[in-house]
């Protein structure tokens, strides 16, 4: 049997140059709705409350339907790894029906959502601000999913530091819009909160005509004429929903177990709701780390797939898996040893900085299971392999991770409960099962690699 290295530095260099730039976009974006909070507050108290709503109930939308088309991207370099550029322009053009297809949807929910606040007992003046944030916010959904389906394209391409480039022009695009519009300056209206929602959806549009311009003039795309009239072809079509909405319903399912995470510990008071938030933020914030590394992996073993190269993609996962680790151990590492400063950059309150910094140090472990597990999914999405994934982490999360979660943090069944640690640990169980069934499923596709996949034409 051919000896295949373990790892390769020349394609971690590789991994790594597709991964930083959009690490620094996922940060960019992250830093929107960070100057979106900070803004908000500063204005006042029950705008803040609505924006927070807002946000709770806008982004698992938005996440969910907009990594629909994330399966974009392997497709793309599939074809890129075959020298089938032209052939890529059909699976942008697909990419682009299905961003308007998923936006009217998008549309429709995000205006549609008083019922669901009169569920929450959200009633007067906050319920009529959330309401308008949300509708703000239903106009540029358009925006920001035609947005992706330019950005899958271009990474499907190995292209992501323009992407990067329009991220960063975005947050700064981001904080001068929001001062006008919230505190009504140079003549425009004082919009308070609702103010947040219509600077992020100017932002959206910027950020689609951005990536449309790029993808239109770049001496890189010039020459394939993307933006013309779309054309639609069925089985371009059927596969990018075959490959993208399991890929959708699993970010459904992680984004949501948190949200009922954070339903379920609200019982225990203020200072417990605070120190879960702190974790939650700092770590969501870490977490971006391997998920840009796993991105980088989906667009390396999609273009050596697309080329048959399976030696290379071999090497190209144990490279990945490298990186992932060491990342994970230095995050853990850090995270241990600061955690008591990290809670104080959010607080002064001694109280919930003890509690933070103690479920911070059980995030800490969090981090190497997690990192396994994304790195893994970003593999087999490169393979265009969604549905055992998607099943893998309904089981780790769902079955596994929030009722394991729910015994040890609010009942006694164990051990006493122990509140949000209870809740933390059950997502480490969770995450350890889901990163070792990821991980034996990829062993599966490897395996297979020597037969190769038929292409969609």
Known sequence: MKY?????????????????????????KAAMGFVDTLMAARYSAEDLAAVALGSGI???????LSSVLMAVTPMVANHAGNHQLRRTRLIFHQGVLIALCVSVLAWLILRNMAPV????????????????????????????????????????????QPLMKIGIFALLCNIPLNYVLIYGKF???????????WATTIVMWIMALSGAAYLRYSRHFRHLNLIIRPRFKAVYFANILRIG????????????MFSVIALLIARLGEQVIAAHQITLSFTGMVFMIPLSIAMALTIRIGQNIGRKDYH???????????????????????????????????????????????????????????AIQVASAGLLRGHKDTVYPLLIVFTAYWLIGLPLGYTLGLT????????????????????????ILLLLRYRHIKRQCHIPAASPH
């Open 4 to 28: 295949i290295p373990l790892c390769s530095l020349h394609e971690s260099r590789n991994i790594l140059s597709l991964a930083i730039p959009i690490l620094v976009a996922e940060l960019s």
């Open 58 to 64: 806008w982004l698992p939308v938005l996440i969910s």
């Open 117 to 160: 606040l009169e569920m929450m007992q959200v009633s007067g003046s906050l319920k009529t601000k959330t309401l308008g944030y949300l509708e703000a916010l239903s106009w540029g959904v358009p925006g920001i999913m035609l947005y992706q389906a330019c950005r899958s394209y271009s990474e499907g391409l190995g292209k992501t």
């Open 187 to 197: 003549g425009f209206p004082e919009l308070g909160g609702v103010g947040c929602g």
């Open 245 to 256: 909405v399991p890929i959708g319903f699993t970010m459904l399912i992680e984004v949501s």
């Open 312 to 370: 290379g993609a071999r090497v190209t996962a144990a490279s990945g898996y490298m990186i992932v680790i060491l990342t994970s151990i230095t995050t853990c590492t850090l995270i241990a040893l600061l955690s008591v400063p990290i809670a104080q950059l959010y607080t002064p309150d001694h109280d919930i900085v003890t509690l933070a910094s103690s479920l911070l140090l059980i995030a800490a472990i969090f981090q190497i299971p997690d």
């Open 412 to 435: 006694d069944l164990i051990t006493p409960a122990s509140g949000p640690k209870g809740f933390w640990l059950g997502m480490i169980a969770g995450l350890t099962v889901g990163a």
